[in-house]
Each structure stands twice: as structure tokens, then as C-alpha cells.
């Protein structure tokens, strides 16, 4: 019987010759095409000052920002790096846009594209909206997927697995610990196939079940609740945002009760390894998620990945681009 | 003017008829043998089946509605290709079906089409808004063949209690299709697949919490109930645990649900994005048995024609419905081949016992079926409007070649 499938979505970012064209989701790519994207990231960053290098590989090209979704760190980045790529950017803001005044989205794409966009870096608040996008645009254009819901942000992951590669070694003897509100998170989903695609020895996630969504532990991830057992051995632990509105609610009681059992601090990174690396895919809670004793602490990545994260959004624009332009 | 078909396979199970014979089939009326009448066409019937016409319990005409999904001329002739000569009509219409003159209307331009027989379901409640019972006694003379409240919610318990009390005080059948909304406000099962994709799950408590309270409802007033278009085991297991106590319930279940799980919704498959949503192996296979051991009654299409516009958005954002009238069959018969019901177990499913339901007269009319020619689904095959099916592109055995009514 018929049915498209996890697999036939993923190929949707592919061209012709298995290469990116659009990056919709690290689901589904091989270890190849992620150790690609890393590599290329590593080549915009200078070896010997860790400084991000300009290169005009998007000149001419047009990159469209379409948030859908407030951003400003993810939307400053993308736009940081197509700069770096000597594109043109255009940021669209969506609120103001006709998409309020009931055009449909699809409408709305036909339009932007006939203003000749290269390429559309995408934020929407529903799973799937970037599958959706690169499904109806032209097969000139690259969507890359800065976020969908609660199912996918690729680059933020990738971002993750190359701070993990820079800093903690081979994937495979690495335990990586995900903490909070897995349920609404697309981070974690991301970073789960990407880690599980590159080899990483044990992926576990740390939540309450109201966080936890149904049977996750069919993706391949072990389950824990209690950070004492979760932490465990863990030579990575990251730290997911918790959106202020879960609190007191019926998902959470008290960002001060949340703290208490899933808060990311010294008296809880001692359940793990010495030395266990620490991260967070920002914007930070001190206090709610993680304490800023940690977040600021010798083992800390958190600025890392920010820095990190205009390298592999530059190699994800460029990858696209070049794949968009075998197939054509 | 009298047709003979000769070597056709009957399959009439309310008559307890299935074999090889000859048949003479008359102003829609069927006499078997008939070797004495003179018939103006003779048609050699080898290979084929004839049934009687399939009898529908929720399929959406989109009338009154938006045209652009459909409409009462276009739908029932999708029907009467897919072998459906009678249909009930849910009442979450736009306006819905509270009034009488919005029944008798929609029965109207039913007839005037002239393809299938309409049985609208009529509004519980006002505008479905779940408050103040509907005018039931208008919409029972106006032609409305059962009341129901679709997958509107009852406002609370208590107007649930008054509204069967008042419909069976009527003698009315109340259709349920249960959902609790607080729990049904995702897009797909609450299982592994939308675990993995991201989207916001509705879990089968979403469905069986309304269904246990209903049966309890119905037990407490005696009313004759139906609940369509059941979703997971445990609805199958309520069900035959009501009709073992005796509580005067029937049950169906829509032909996709007993084919596609969440499996289909993978890829962000919007055709696949249903309400109920598409379940696991575990409800389907339940499910089947249900249809097969009798617990649930009735195989229905739960036909909902959606214009390509609603299916064009992200997965969440789409309109849940399948265009099915036209497949059905050829689901059916495919679940004949797969050994999980008998012929005449897939054709009681369509037409005595959905009919049963209604109370409606035996002769609905007569199918003469090709259970084997393959065709493929496709924007040009299907009349309905809707082209809004996941199996579009496929090709699936068994077609209506004929109907006699």
C-alpha cells in the first residue's frame, strides 16, 4: 500500500545526487551528509583565532527570512551568516503581513517567490509548516527550516553536534543527558536523530511525564524522571527552555518546583561524570531550567554554540544552494 | 422493463442468499430465477456479484454548505457510483440541521438529483451548540431520520441526560460520534508516530471517556443509540460489553479506520489527517474484529469532500476528512481477499445492517459488482468533488457496474 513515510520526507531535501537542496530535518539524512555539514561549518572557522570567516559563495543570491514565529537570536544569526555569505537578506515580518489578513500561506509563498528569492529560511509555529513550504515552492528555491512546531530545528541542532564534536570527541563514547520540556521540543527531536545517526553511545531524556510525550522511548532514547538516575555517567547534558507559560499550569506547578527536581545545577551535575559538558540551546532561564552558577561555569558551552551556530548556518545556506543548483 | 442476469453470483445475506444463479430484476425489485419472464436484456453475470443496494450511516454532502467541498447533486452521484444508495447525512452542516425546512430542503434537492436516497440526521441540539434541546418533534416530521450532536460537545452532562430523555420520548434513534473535546484538541493518535513528528496527539481516552458516558446515559434512559465511526479497542470493547447487558446500542466503524493506522500520516500526509484520528495496529485489528464478530454493526464511509485548498497547508493546520464514498467498495472486497471478514459478512457490513439501524425497508435497490476489474483512484475517476483521498494514484479492484433501482 501506498503511503508516503518518514524516508520520503526526508528525501524532499534531497536532489538527484543524495545532497541537501533544502534542510528540513535531521531525520532520515546519513552520517555522511551530517558529518558534511559539520565539515563544511569547520571550514568557516578560522583554526587559529575560532574567529567566522567571510565567503562570498551567495553572492547575487537572495535569502528571505520568514518567521512566522517571533526570533530574534535565530532570525540575527541566519541573517549574520548570509551576510557573511555576501547574500542579500530581506527580513519579512509576517505580523504585518497579509497571511493576517486571511491570504493563505501558499498564496503568500507564490508571492515572495515571484520577488525572486534564492532562498527561504523559515520559523512557523506548526509541525511540518517547512515540509509544507518546500513541497509548493518552485525547484529553484532552498527552504531551510529555522524551526517547525514542535518537530524539527535542524541548524540548532547541528549547531549542538558540532559544539558536541569540537569539545567532547567521538561520538561514540559519549552519553548525552536532554532535560525539561521535551514534549513541545523540536530541539530535542532534532538533536536525538542527528545523535543517533552519528553514533553517540547512549541518548537519554530527563522529564516529568507531563513533559514526556507518548512512547518517546520508541525513538531509540532511554526515559528517566529523576535527574539523579538520568545524569548518571552522562558526559553531555543539555538543557531545554522551558517556556514560562507551562508554568502553573496543568503541566507544571512553580518554575520554583521545576528547579527543584529538573534544574540543572552543581549539586545535580555531580550525579554525572567529572567534567560533563553543559548546554542549552538559549534563550536561558537562570533559575527555571538551569543555575547561572552552571550556565557561566568552566563547563559551560553555551556561548560556544551560539558562535557555532553562524558556521553551520552558513554551511547549511551554502550546501543548499549548491544543491539546488546541480539540480538544475 | 424486466433485465435477466444469468450465472451471477447473489450475495444477499438479510435473505441468506449466496450463490451462482440466475436472477430478473424489475422496477428495482429482484425474483430469483424468472426463467418464464420475458426479459427485454439478458446479461451474462459470470464473475460478477449482485447486491443489494449499500446503505451509508455518515457520509457529508457539504449541503447546505460550502460549494466549493461538495454538494448534495454532486456527492450522492459519487455515491451511487461507489454503490451507496442511501446515506445518512450528518447534521453539522452550514447552517446545521435544527429546522425542519433545512431537513425537508436537503431532501429535496437529494431527490431532485435523483442518484441516492438522503437520510439527514437532525440537530440534538440547537445550532449543535450542545444548550437547549432542537425542535425534534419538527425535524422528525420533516423527514430527519434520527437526531445527533455530531462531534459537537454537550454543554454539560446533565443536557446530554434531557436531550435522550426528550428523543426518547420521541421514539428517536441518537447518533453519537463520542469525543471528549478537552482531550481531542490535537491533529493525530497520541502514540509513537506524532511523538516523532512533533504534532499535538488526541488519545483513544478522547474518544472512550465520551463513549462510557453516553452508554451510561443511554442505559439510564432507554434510548436507542448508535455510535459511528469508533476509532480503538477500547470503544470495541464498551460496545460489546453495552450490548452484552442488553442496552438497545449499534456501532460502526468508517472503512479507512479499518485499513490505514498512524503509520499514513507519516511525512506530514495530509490526506491521511482524519478525525477520529487513524490509530494503531492494535485499535485496527480490533476494529476488524469487531466488524467480523458482529460487536460493531455497520461499515460506513464517513465521506467528508474537502476542496484541494483545505489539504494545502501545514499538517495541523489542514482540515481532518477523506473522500471516500467511491472507495469503499474496493477496500471492502480488499479486505475479503486478506481473509479478514467473509463476502457476505463485508456485504451485511453495507447494507442489511446499516439498514437495520434506520429501520429503513429491505428492497434498497440492487448492485451488479465486478469484484476483480482494477481502476486507479485519481482526480479524473472520482465524481465526488472531493479529491482528498490517501489513495489517490492507486489502483484498487472492484467497481459498480450497474445499478437497478
Known amino acids: 500500500m501506498h503511503r508516503s513515510s518518514a524516508h520520503d520526507a526526508s528525501r524532499l531535501q534531497l536532489n538527484a545526487q543524495d545532497r541537501l537542496r533544502h534542510f528540513l530535518t535531521t531525520e532520515g539524512l546519513s552520517r555522511d551528509q551530517l558529518t558534511e555539514i559539520l565539515d563544511t561549518a569547520e571550514s568557516f572557522i578560522d583554526p587559529v583565532t575560532g574567529a567566522i570567516v567571510n565567503r562570498p559563495l551567495l553572492a547575487g543570491q537572495t535569502v528571505m527570512n520568514l518567521f512566522f514565529e517571533p526570533s530574534t537570536r535565530t532570525r540575527t544569526t541566519f541573517e549574520v551568516a548570509a551576510k557573511r555569505l555576501s547574500a542579500d537578506v530581506l527580513n519579512i515580518d509576517i505580523s504585518k503581513s497579509s497571511t493576517s489578513k486571511g491570504e493563505t ?19 512557523h509555529g506548526d509541525s511540518g509548516a517547512a515540509h509544507f513550504i518546500a513541497s509548493q515552492v518552485t525547484p529553484k528555491v532552498a527552504v531551510i527550516n529555522a524551526g517547525d512546531g514542535r518537530h524539527a530545528h535542524p541548524t540548532q541542532a547541528m549547531l549542538d553536534m558540532l559544539t558536541i564534536r569540537r569539545h567532547a570527541g567521538a561520538f561514540e563514547n559519549l552519553t548525552v543527558a536532554i532535560i525539561g520540556d521535551i514534549r513541545h521540543s523540536r530541539v530535542a527531536r532534532s538533536e536525538i536523530h542527528a545523535l543517533q545517526t552519528l553514533g553517540a553511545k547512549e541518548i537519554r531524556v530527563i522529564a516529568p511525564r507531563t513533559l514526556l510525550p507518548k512512547d518517546f522511548d520508541q525513538l531509540g532514547v532511554n526515559v528517566f524522571e529523576r535527574m539523579e538516575q538520568g545524569l548518571a555517567d552522562v558526559d553531555v547534558a543539555i538543557a531545554l527552555r522551558v517556556q514560562n507559560e507551562r508554568m502553573e499550569s496543568a503541566l507544571l506547578p512553580s518554575s520554583d518546583e521545576f528547579y527543584a527536581l529538573y534544574g540543572l545545577t552543581r549539586d545535580k551535575l555531580k550525579y554525572a561524570k567529572p567534567g560533563v559538558l553543559v548546554m542549552h540551546p538559549g534563550p536561558i532561564n537562570r533559575g527555571v531550567e538551569i543555575e547561572s552558577a552552571v550556565a557561566d561555569g568552566p563547563q559551560s558551552l553555551i556561548l560556544k554554540q551560539v558562535n557555532y551556530g553562524i558556521a553551520v548556518r552558513m554551511a547549511v545556506l551554502s550546501l543548499a544552494v549548491r544543491g539546488q543548483i546541480e539540480q538544475r | ?400 457496474r450497474r445499478v437497478f433501482n
Open chain 2, 1 to 400: 422493463m424486466a433485465v435477466r442476469i444469468d450465472n451471477v453470483r447473489l450475495i444477499d445475506p438479510a435473505a441468506g442468499h449466496d450463490a451462482v444463479t440466475s436472477v430478473i430484476l424489475e422496477n428495482g425489485r429482484m425474483m430469483i430465477g424468472g426463467s418464464g419472464v420475458a426479459a427485454a436484456e439478458i446479461i451474462d453475470g459470470s464473475g460478477l456479484w449482485l447486491t443489494p443496494g449499500f446503505v451509508d450511516l455518515c457520509a457529508r454532502l457539504r449541503e447546505p454548505g460550502a460549494k466549493m467541498h461538495g454538494g448534495a447533486a454532486s456527492e450522492t452521484r459519487a455515491a451511487r457510483a461507489g454503490g451507496f444508495l442511501h446515506l445518512v447525512v450528518p447534521p453539522d452542516t452550514q447552517p446545521v440541521l435544527d429546522s425542519g425546512a433545512l431537513v425537508t430542503q436537503l431532501c429535496e434537492r437529494a431527490d431532485a438529483a435523483g442518484y441516492a436516497k438522503v437520510y439527514p440526521v437532525g440537530a440534538l441540539t440547537k445550532g449543535l451548540e450542545g444548550k437547549a434541546l432542537s425542535n425534534m418533534n419538527r425535524l422528525r416530521l420533516a423527514g430527519a431520520v434520527a437526531v445527533g450532536n455530531a462531534r459537537a460537545p454537550f454543554a454539560s452532562v446533565e443536557t446530554a441526560l434531557h436531550c435522550l430523555e426528550y428523543a426518547a420520548t420521541l421514539g428517536l434513534t441518537v447518533f453519537f460520534s463520542p469525543e471528549e473535546p478537552s482531550l481531542a484538541k490535537g491533529c493525530a493518535h497520541d502514540g509513537f508516530t506524532a511523538a516523532r513528528m512533533g504534532l499535538p496527539g488526541i488519545p483513544d481516552t478522547a474518544e472512550t471517556i465520551a463513549l462510557a458516558t453516553q452508554l451510561l446515559l443511554v442505559e439510564q434512559t432507554g434510548v436507542k443509540a448508535h455510535f459511528g465511526q469508533l476509532s480503538c479497542r477500547g470503544s470495541v470493547e464498551l460496545i460489546r460489553i453495552a450490548k452484552e447487558k442488553g442496552i438497545p446500542v449499534t456501532a460502526d466503524v468508517a472503512m479507512h479506520h479499518l485499513h490505514l493506522t498512524d503509520a499514513a500520516i507519516d511525512g506530514f500526509n495530509s490526506f491521511a489527517h482524519v478525525r477520529p484520528p487513524l490509530r494503531s495496529n492494535e485499535d485496527r485489528a480490533a476494529l476488524r474484529e469487531g466488524v467480523k464478530t458482529g460487536v460493531i454493526d455497520a461499515i460506513c464511509s464517513d465521506h467528508q469532500p474537502l476542496d484541494a485548498s483545505a489539504k494545502l497547508a501545514p499538517f495541523p493546520a489542514t482540515e481532518p476528512g477523506m473522500s471516500t464514498l467511491e472507495t469503499v467498495l474496493p477496500l471492502g472486497l480488499q479486505l475479503v481477499r486478506e481473509g479478514v471478514l467473509s463476502e457476505s459478512q463485508l456485504i451485511a457490513a453495507l447494507t442489511c445492517k446499516p439498514g437495520d439501524v434506520l429501520g429503513i425497508e429491505r428492497n434498497t435497490g440492487w448492485l451488479l459488482i465486478d469484484p476483480l476489474v482494477s481502476w486507479t483512484v485519481s482526480g479524473e475517476t472520482l465524481l465526488s468533488t472531493g479529491k482528498n483521498t490517501p489513495w489517490l494514484g492507486q489502483t484498487l479492484q472492484g467497481l459498480v
Open chain 1, 105 to 123: 500561506l501558499r498564496d503568500m509563498l507564490w508571492n515572495l517567490e515571484a520577488m525572486t528569492a534564492d532562498i527561504f529560511v523559515v520559523r
